[in-house]
């Protein structure tokens, strides 16, 4: 640890999720020479991650240059096609991507899988250090960059990176403020295997509780799918509540006949919808990054 208080560090990224293990990556490749920290208060992969997500055809991109698609993209659906329907009214829409002429609108990966990757690639660039620590205490602006008072001591760096997810004390330290809407609702995300396979198809289909997108999953013949439905919190309470064959049953009835069966649930897990916005996200030497900066409702998978 005295290594690393004693190193001058061209960056300090705060929170190893995806958003911090990704900038320490594309750090690390652009320059060789820059140093960067990456703390995180918990071990790599302490708490698994069973949410997919829809990765944009510029993430894809991303990935690419990065050299990291080839490991992932075996574990990836593409979204060939996506059909939003509206419970209970007639008006729907189809989009197909070759019509558009797109190979696709975007590739579905669960984040363990992500995470995986990125974890893999992290110790293969010597100008990263990983270090578990517990938070900053406090990141105070000196002369040329920012310290970080850690557990075991000062640390100093030309740019620190905060990208602590949903834990944004340490920003409102720093007297970030910010501006929260309460959706009312919560996302229940579960993986499900249907009756038939999806061929790249994506539903996003509306009721008038909330969304439910459905998107494609790799594996198992095409018949994995991953859920994400937004219901108010009492609802998500009894959905979560009941047996798997009753939560097949209600989200069958919900589903229709547009996007299929879905036939098993493996597990539901739930997350509040809010839409919140860092009233500031650049400071001089400093920058909030992915949730710390903002968070967004997951309607579209593009959160
Ligand atoms: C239902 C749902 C569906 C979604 N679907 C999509 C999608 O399709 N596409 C998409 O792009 N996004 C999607 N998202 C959003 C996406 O999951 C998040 O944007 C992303 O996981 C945020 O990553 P992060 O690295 O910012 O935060 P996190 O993944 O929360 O990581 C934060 C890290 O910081 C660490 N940490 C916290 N505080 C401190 C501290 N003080 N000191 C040190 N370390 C700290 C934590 O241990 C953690 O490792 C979805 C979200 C939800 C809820």
Redesign the pocket.
Known sequence: MSGVLNQHWHFAI????????CLALLLAREQRQWNILL????APATEP?H?????SAS?VDVLQTMGLWSDLEANTAAITAIDVSDRGHLGSASLNASEQKLRAYGH?VE?AHLAEVFEQALPTFPNITRIQ?S??SLIKPRRGGMSLILEQGECLADLVVI?????R??AEKLGITYRSYDYQRV?M?ANLTMAEAHAGLAHERFTGDGAIAL?PLSGEGEKRVSL?WTLPAEQAEAMQAVSAEGFIVSLNEQLGSRAGTALEVDYRQC?P?KKIIAAEQVRSHLLL????AH?MH?VA???
């Open positions: 705060v929170g190893a999720g995806l958003s911090g293990s703390i995180d208060t918990q991650d949410r997919a997500s829809a990765l993430t579905v984040n620590s938070a900053p990208a602590g997810g949903e834990h004390a340490l996302a995300v998107l994400v997350f919808v990054l992915g949730n710390a968070s997951p998978g593009q959160g």
